[in-house]
Structure formats: structure tokens, C-alpha cells
């Protein structure tokens, strides 16, 4: 069954330091994975997307990694802001059945002052 | 270069209603996809619009129907509304049926 898993559900951190947040997942086959942020009420915003073939990508303070051996992918931020409060969603796209985008849940982050 | 636009953004409906929401995708895009997410979960797949046509469904009833028009824009309407289905309806627009998803804002439905 196509899973995504992220941890942890939530966070809390203080302005300026910096969090990892993991993602694992069991899609098959896999086409691309996504890291979206998504403020509370809004809809969800792509902050990276990377292949099979990308281990690494960078935007900005957020920087995603991908094993694809190990089907496993983190976000990092770094030097946390306030505006980055926010649910961090990951997605694993598959070109296989009806579910093309299967969703995690979330990690909900909060950084404070 | 305006976005996905839903509307309204948000909704009070009473048990038993019907609703319809309504999306245009970003300029450009063909297809459209809608999502269910209630609160803390993340979203789910409800049903996929290209060419005019439902081309994927997910796991939801009936009562949950949608079109697409000429100028590819959306509306997702629900029948007999349950209490269960308040949640933020989110559509999403592409230029493929795969890659490139943009989301909007969100429809916020509430179900009394």
C-alpha cells in the first residue's frame, strides 16, 4: 500500500535555530517527492520538488534531501523565523493508480520568539 | 499571473444541504484536482477534472460530484451534506494530469 509518514507531528522551536523534519514513504513507483508548506487555513505551497536522481535541493532557509535507496526525505530549515510557523506536507508522486499524489499528514511546526 | 482562485472562501451549510464550490485554476493549466482536509489531516483526493471529464476518483461517496467547464474552471458540488464533511476544501490546478501542482486558498466549509 502507498504510505507517506512524517515525524514528527509537531514541533516546537525558538526563532533562530534550526530543525529537521523527516519524511518516509512506501510509494511505488516513484516519480517525484514534494515538500509543501501550508499555513493554517491556506493552501498548501511548493518549496522544493526532487526525482529519483536528486539527493539534495535548496530554497532558500529550506533545504530537502532524498534517499531514494532508503525511500526516505528531511527538510531542513535553517535560522528559523517566526513566519515559518507553519504544517510542512510532504508528497510522493506516483505514475501508478488512482492516487497520482499521495499525502502525509503534516509536521506542525511552531517557532517562537 | 493570477493563481488558483476558489470561492467562497469560506461557507456555513446546514445538515442536509447542498453546496457547490467553485475554482478557477492558474492561467495556463488544464486540469484540476480537489481535496478534502479536515482538521490536522492532511489532504485527500476527491476527484480529478480533464478535458471535461472526471478522469480519477478518489474514496468519497456520491454525493460528491464535480464538472469541469470550457475554460477549465471547476465546481465541486456536495449533496445531503453530513457534519462529517465540514473541512477545508482545497482545489488544485496543473498543466498535466502528474506534475506541477498549484494549490489555492481553500474553500472553508462548516456543516451545522
Known amino acids: 500500500k502507498n504510505q507517506v509518514e512524517q515525524s514528527p507531528q509537531s514541533l516546537i522551536i525558538l526563532e533562530g535555530k534550526n530543525c529537521t523534519l523527516q519524511?518516509?514513504?512506501?510509494?511505488?513507483?516513484?516519480?517525484?517527492l514534494r515538500w509543501y508548506k501550508q499555513d493554517t487555513g491556506r493552501g498548501p505551497v511548493s518549496l522544493t520538488i526532487m526525482t529519483f536522481s536528486e539527493n539534495t535541493k535548496s530554497n532558500g532557509r529550506y533545504t530537502a534531501t532524498l534517499d531514494a535507496d532508503t525511500k526516505q526525505s528531511s527538510l531542513h530549515i535553517t535560522a528559523s523565523q517566526l513566519s515559518d510557523s507553519a504544517s510542512y506536507i510532504c508528497v510522493v508522486s506516483t505514475t501508478s493508480g488512482t492516487y497520482k499524489y499521495i499525502f502525509g499528514t503534516g509536521t506542525r511546526l511552531k517557532v517562537l520568539a | 499571473d493570477a493563481g488558483v482562485t476558489q470561492s467562497p472562501t469560506h461557507l456555513i451549510k446546514t445538515r442536509g444541504q447542498q453546496v457547490t464550490l467553485r475554482c478557477s485554476p492558474k492561467s495556463g493549466h488544464d486540469t484540476v484536482s480537489w481535496y478534502q482536509q479536515a482538521l490536522g489531516q492532511g489532504p485527500q483526493f476527491i476527484f480529478q477534472y480533464y478535458e471535461e471529464e472526471e478522469r480519477q476518483r478518489g474514496n468519497f461517496p456520491d454525493r460528491f460530484s464535480g464538472h469541469q467547464f470550457p475554460n477549465y474552471s471547476s465546481e465541486l458540488n456536495v449533496n445531503a451534506l453530513l457534519l462529517g464533511d465540514s473541512a477545508l476544501y482545497l482545489c488544485a490546478s496543473s498543466i498535466d494530469r502528474i506534475y506541477g501542482y498549484t494549490f489555492g486558498s481553500g474553500t472553508r466549509l462548516t456543516v451545522v
Open positions: 519524511c518516509n514513504y512506501t510509494v511505488s513507483p516513484f516519480s517525484n
